[in-house]
């Protein structure tokens, strides 16, 4: 029996890098799937493709999460795209460098609105149908290893990670008699289109790979894996988690 079969699953921020990765392995599992990006393009088309190809279903939606109306009808969307949802992944997720006395508004905005007030309404408008309908429900977050540690220079990525952290351990308790569990997933430094610069320039690279004891870059297949564990029903004991899938870089030792 595949772990998700019969279920439908609407992930964020799906049409490249860890969440189309957490698509195709959900889809190989048995979900149907509702993809999202703020456009549907050849990338979203390759992803249906794969996922037809699989036996399963998928539709796009495009929507930009960073506006709670548009997270509320994507929300809607997925759950007429199929009759029913079973499970959120808050995928989407964007990241500003900037010296903490140059941020501007706009900036912090940008990323605050994505990555968390996106996400908390998001979570809201599928607690609402999950409750008028009597339902269980999975909430799972792409969180980041800087829900916990420090990257000077991304103030409001940081802010907003944390942001979840908390986000998501007040609702574990608020959700729980409404049976909907809800964890975080903190990648470390994946490869994907988000870190383009950091894999090429060996410098960077060479100095990040110092701090991650498994010296090297994660997969997205790697967090993908995790993502559908805690979405599945072999987490059904686990709700105000954070897993972190960072090579060991969270809480490593450095050698003096
Ligand atoms: P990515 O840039 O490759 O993919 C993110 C996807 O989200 C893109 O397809 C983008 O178009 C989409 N997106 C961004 N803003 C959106 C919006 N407002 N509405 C709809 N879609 C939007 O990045 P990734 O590396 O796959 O990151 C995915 C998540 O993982 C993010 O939340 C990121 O913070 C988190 N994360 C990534 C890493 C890493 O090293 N790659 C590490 C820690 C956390």
């Not at 420090?150 to 049976?179: D, Q, V, W």
Request: proline share 4%.
């Amino acid at each position: 029996m595949k772990r998700f079969e019969g279920k439908n699953v609407l992930i964020s921020g799906s049409s490249q890098g860890i969440g189309a990765a957490c698509a195709l392995r959900m889809a190989s599992e048995g979900a149907n799937i509702i993809l999202n990006g703020r456009k549907f393009d050849e990338r979203g088309q390759g992803i249906i493709d794969q996922i037809t190809a699989m036996g399963q279903q998928a539709k796009f939606i495009a929507a930009d999460v960073s506006d709670p109306k548009n997270v509320i009808d994507l929300v809607n969307g997925a759950i007429a795209a199929f009759g029913s949802l079973d499970a959120l992944v808050n995928n989407a997720g964007v990241e500003r460098n900037h010296d903490f006395w140059d941020v501007t508004e706009e900036e912090y905005d940008f990323v605050l609105n994505t990555n968390l007030k996106g996400v908390f309404f998001g979570i809201q408008a599928f607690v609402k149908y999950c409750k008028a309908n009597n339902r269980p429900g999975v909430v799972v977050n792409m969180s980041s290893v800087h829900e916990e540690i420090i990257f000077p220079h991304f103030a409001a990525y940081c802010a907003s990670k944390g942001g979840l952290k908390m986000l998501t351990r007040n609702l574990a308790t608020e959700l729980a008699p409404l049976n909907i569990r809800i964890n975080n997933v903190a990648p470390g430094a994946v490869a994907t289109p988000i870190n383009q610069h950091l894999m090429e320039t060996p410098e960077l690279l060479n100095h990040v790979l110092k701090n991650i004891p498994m010296k090297r870059l994660g997969k997205p297949e790697e967090v993908a894996a995790v993502v559908a564990f805690l979405a599945s029903e072999d987490a059904g004991y686990v709700t105000g988690s954070t897993y972190f899938v960072d090579g060991g870089l969270t809480y490593h030792y450095e050698e003096q």
